[in-house]
């Protein structure tokens, strides 16, 4: 399973943009980049996924270079709703997906 | 849209006793995982189940903790002997397919106290 390096915390403000890099250097090839969303007290909810390139739904977009060592989850417009743990996962479902691992998640805070 | 559900959403024990805490994954999955996270912590996995075994464990799993199956609905957890640093919030998740394992669907969370 691959590490994955969060920012602990970031703040924001209502209707701006917000970019959270996950650092995974040692990504491996099979391996798929996955992203969650937890509000206090309740379970963690899966936001958006992808591999390669950048990948858009109704919620975010996820940017990954290249060489996959990092992505970036974009949260466009944020409102205080959107103030939550979100969590950066690595690794193979065929493989790993009956192990997953969170780390410690970046605390985002949107501000009125 | 279908949910994962689980019960009950509080359960206050004494340290000692047996719990088991239950949850309904969506209808059609078939790989169910149990995690429990202490309040201000991270999500850490606990143990995931497919084709009635255990695929995987941590090791928090430990002998006091046990899974099943018994019918075609439910999953629980059981804690044969609560203690004190058991207390958590303990979620369940499903997928439907190994290829989709990291898009699990997670329940409400059951908060477990133990006194």
């Known amino acids: 399973l691959a590490k994955t390096t969060q920012p602990i915390s970031m703040d924001s403000y209502e209707g701006q943009e917000v970019n959270i890099t996950c650092s995974h250097n040692?990504?491996?090839?099979?391996?798929?980049i996955t992203w969650y969303q937890q509000f206090p007290s309740q379970g963690p909810r899966f936001i958006i996924q992808g591999y390669k390139t950048k990948v858009t739904n109704e919620v975010a977009s996820l940017f990954i270079p290249a060489d996959r060592k990092s992505s970036t989850l974009s949260l466009p417009r944020v409102s205080l709703s959107d103030t939550a743990v979100y969590y950066c996962?690595?690794?193979?479902?065929?493989?790993?997906?009956?192990?997953?691992?969170f780390g410690a998640g970046t605390r985002l805070f949107v501000k009125a | 849209e279908p949910e994962v559900t689980q019960t009950p959403s509080h359960q206050v024990t004494q340290m000692g006793q047996e719990v088991i805490l239950r949850c309904v994954p969506i209808?059609?999955?078939?790989?169910f995982y149990w995690y429990r996270q202490i309040l201000g912590q991270k999500v850490e996995f606990l143990v995931s189940f497919y084709n009635n075994e255990i695929s995987e464990k941590s090791e928090i799993f430990d002998d006091q903790f046990s899974v099943e199956r018994p019918d075609g609905s439910n999953f629980t957890l059981k804690i044969r002997s609560t203690k004190l640093e058991d207390s958590a919030m303990y979620f369940c998740?499903?997928?439907?397919?190994?290829?989709?394992?990291?898009?699990?669907?997670f329940g409400p969370g059951t908060r477990l106290t133990v006194t």
């Open positions: 996962l690595v690794g193979d479902q065929n493989t790993g997906g009956f192990k997953t691992i």
């Open positions: 998740a499903s997928t439907a397919r190994l290829a989709d394992s990291y898009e699990q669907y």
């Open positions: 040692n990504i491996a090839t099979n391996d798929y």
């Open positions: 209808s059609n999955h078939l790989y």
